[in-house]
């Protein structure tokens, strides 16, 4: 993407999109199984109390709301002012943050864990490496990183998404992998469901990682 202000355009664009949807979303996405199962495997592996940052939490559910509800203290983020709004609602619990994943502080060793359920395939892939590293540092020692990705071929591809138009990424399963790790990431558990969304033609393959944060 080119200088600063095309990449503010193009992010302001992408959080107009998701303030259009708003309400919606939970109703065009219903099942959230695979993001379910997702952090019951990272909360068996979390210590009482965990300090876990949701990065692009939308409304807050199902993630924030089951990481608060098992004693987690979770720190929303999201770009799109409507979703965090619903997340205030849903979660009043949590704490929250108004910004882009792709530019957030640097803010070293405050999280035990990370969850980015799809909202890392909203960014560019050469935008995903960096904030899977900023991820690596906000994390302590040994850290868990629960993340979803869709598989698919595709580099910041625009895509007719309810009624309105985003730009979006996927990866092969086998280039995700190698994605992850090279951001310093271990692969610990990873599954795949096959999903089809409100207004789909095709379906599609939702993939799951739980990974551990590797020393630097």
Same mark, same amino acid.
């Given at each position: ?25 939970? @109703? ?8 379910? &199962?997702? /952090?019951?495997?990272? #909360? +068996? =592996? $979390? %210590? ?36 965090? @709004? ?8 949590? &704490?929250? /943050?108004?910004?882009? #994943? +792709? =530019? $957030? %502080? ?55 998404? $309810? ?54």
């Amino acid at each position: 993407m080119g200088g600063t202000d095309a990449w503010a355009r193009r992010q302001a664009a992408q959080a107009g999109g998701f303030d259009a949807i708003g309400g919606r979303y939970d @109703e065009a996405f219903p099942h959230k199984e695979g993001q379910i &199962a997702c /952090v019951e495997r990272l #909360l +068996a =592996d $979390l %210590p009482d109390g965990a300090r876990v940052l949701d990065a692009g939490a939308g409304t807050g559910l199902p993630a924030a709301r089951r990481l608060l509800d098992a004693g987690c203290a979770v720190t929303c983020v999201d770009f799109s002012p409507v979703m965090l @709004e619903l997340a205030r609602a849903n979660v009043p619990e949590a &704490a929250f /943050v108004f910004g882009d #994943l +792709a =530019d $957030l %502080p640097e803010d070293p060793a405050r999280y035990e864990a990370v969850t980015a359920f799809f909202s890392l395939l909203m960014l560019p892939r050469a935008r995903i490496g960096t904030v899977l590293r900023s991820f690596h540092r906000t994390l302590t020692p040994g850290g868990l990183l629960a993340v979803a990705m869709v598989e698919a071929d595709v580099d910041d591809m625009p895509i007719p998404f $309810l009624g309105n138009w985003l730009r979006v990424t996927g990866y092969s399963r086998e280039a995700w992998r190698g994605v992850l790790e090279e951001a310093g990431f271990a692969v610990e558990w990873e599954d795949t469901l096959t999903y089809v969304p409100e207004q789909a033609v095709m379906p599609e393959v939702q993939m799951f990682a739980l990974c551990r944060r590797l020393p630097v």
